[in-house]
């Protein structure tokens, strides 16, 4: 589905990955699951693109509701995948977050749950190449994607900046639905590693012009950087 013209997501506010779409070709943000494939499939077709259209993906953080089909497409079709060089370990498995996921609400945990289940969240493979990337870097793929350090949620956790849609992706460095609880709005993300520095790099978004805020999980926000800072450290 459309958010805005040029981005289009692949899932829903629990778990997404998102296209950004140009004439010189795609390039996804994150990667969701692995039962995102048929979905993608979809999503190219109804778009008249195919998978050869996809450049790269590029990571907000390693976590693996994240980089669902990242290994699928860079091994079976050569696409590569870049993610922050504080989480190439993570995004290949080598290191996980021990974090605790705080306050629970049995409805928002069932739903996040079954929908992980449904869409083979168990069986996401870890990458096995990345290409890394560093806070302030304007990648080579389509809509220049630039990346913003969000350090916190994980120590590689970054927004992607693509200017040419006025749209931010900050992945689970705040969300604006609390997988958990079921609580929306602009907050910090459950499981986050280190919540004072999460809220504390949000600070790098705040002179940011982008009107459209995607978060790893919830529903996009339309609306100023300093609103969406505010609410998320209220």
Do not use: C
Not at 16 to 34: C, N, R, S, V, W
Not at 58 to 79: C, N
């Amino acid at each position: 589905m459309q958010l805005v013209p040029g981005v289009r997501r692949v899932g829903n506010d629990i778990v997404a990955l998102h296209l950004i779409d140009t004439p010189a070709g795609i390039t996804l943000i994150d990667a969701g699951l692995p039962g995102h494939w048929p979905d993608l499939l979809a999503e190219l077709a109804a778009m008249g693109r195919g998978i050869d259209d996809i450049r790269g993906v590029v990571l907000t953080h390693g976590d693996s509701d994240h980089i669902g089909i990242a290994e699928r497409l860079r091994h079976d079709h050569g696409v590569p995948v870049y993610v922050h060089t504080a989480d190439a370990a993570r995004a290949r498995g080598e290191t996980a977050s021990h974090a605790s996921g705080g306050s629970m609400r049995f409805g928002a945990v069932l739903g996040f749950a079954a929908y992980a289940l449904r869409k083979g969240g168990v069986r996401a493979r870890h990458l096995t190449e990345v290409v890394e990337v560093h806070d302030g870097e304007t990648l080579p793929l389509p809509g220049a994607p630039q990346i913003i350090g969000l350090p916190g949620h994980s120590p590689g956790s970054v927004a992607v900046f693509v200017p040419s849609v006025d749209t931010v992706f900050v992945g689970d460095a705040l969300t604006t639905r609390n997988v958990l609880t079921g609580a929306v709005g602009p907050q910090p993300a459950p499981f986050t590693d280190d919540p004072v520095e999460a809220l504390r790099s949000l600070e790098a978004l705040s002179a940011l012009e982008a009107h459209h805020v995607v978060p790893g999980h919830g529903p996009p926000w339309a609306g100023s950087m300093a609103e969406v800072i505010r609410q998320a450290r209220a």
